[in-house]
């Protein structure tokens, strides 16, 4: 090899580290759990967070028979920087069968905790909110002991939409902050302001409904460790009792580069100081995302003091097995 190939080659694996650095790492699953997994989600019908925005951890959870099911369709009125999920204009179109299907889904998997997400319909009056209260219905309605978290979009702030899904009780309410409040226009559109998020969080936690008040948001997009702390600090004085922090991964070349890939010890960091600060739950890591492994939050003896007195004061039975 010649000394300008040695060159190149250095050159082009040089890029490759600076771009995927040791820890971003994620391979790929099959088998027959995970095509179980694919032909239930593709039988009903259903779209799920994993597909729609890419989601590095799909392999590993669809082999563990599990997904993050995402309702009210698959275009999002909304085009954040940072999503793969098609943007567009539903025009109010809604699947009323959808609810039903994603029960069966609960009740086929045997999951004891369901994660489920919705695209962003601001072209819907209630936001999609009535949808949520049927889908929580149904699972109820097809396995009974399974726990439910919500991860919601913000609703423009109506206060009416979050208290009907806090009025149907799933254990965790969970909107996503996304990220430090300078950067949250840019990523999320100039319409939409940091507090709009904060706002959900805050009226979810006075409204005084026995769910876990629960967010995340990515770091990688040029965040100092001083807005980290001053969005942690933001969560919990909007009465937030659980956070998860994960890297940003590109999804595709369409959406917002990657600025930084956040070490897993200042990741760390990140969890020792929403722990400091108050969470009762923080989980931090290259590849954690709200519904990651999320019924570890039920596992804790803070959920079990909060919702143990609605299962008999035994919350292990009805944490997720997998």
Sequence with gaps: MSDTERSKQKSTTSRAERRFPEWIRTGWAS???FAFTKELVEDLNLHTVCQSARCPNQGECWKRRTATFMIL???CTRNCRYCSVPGGKPQGEVDRDEPEHVGEAVARMGLKHAVITSVTRDDLPDGGAAHFVATILAIRAAS????????????LG???AIHTVLDAAPEVFGHNIETVERLYSTLRGRRYAY???LSVLREAAAYGAPSIVKSAFMVGHGETPAEVEALLRDLRAAGCEAVSIGQYLRPSRKQREVAE???PEQLQDYEDLARSLGFAFAAAGPFVRSSYRSEEL??????RRRLGARYGGDMEEHTDAR
Aim: aromatic fraction near 10%; avoid cysteine.
């Design 158 to 160: 109506d206060a009416d």
């Design 31 to 33: 088998g027959a759990d």
């Design 144 to 155: 009974p002991s399974t726990t439910i978290e919500l991860l919601v979009p913000d609703f």
């Design 261 to 263: 890939y956040v070490t």
């Design 195 to 197: 507090d709009l998020g």
């Design 73 to 75: 369709g698959n275009l």
């Design 298 to 303: 039920l596992q804790t003896e803070y959920a």
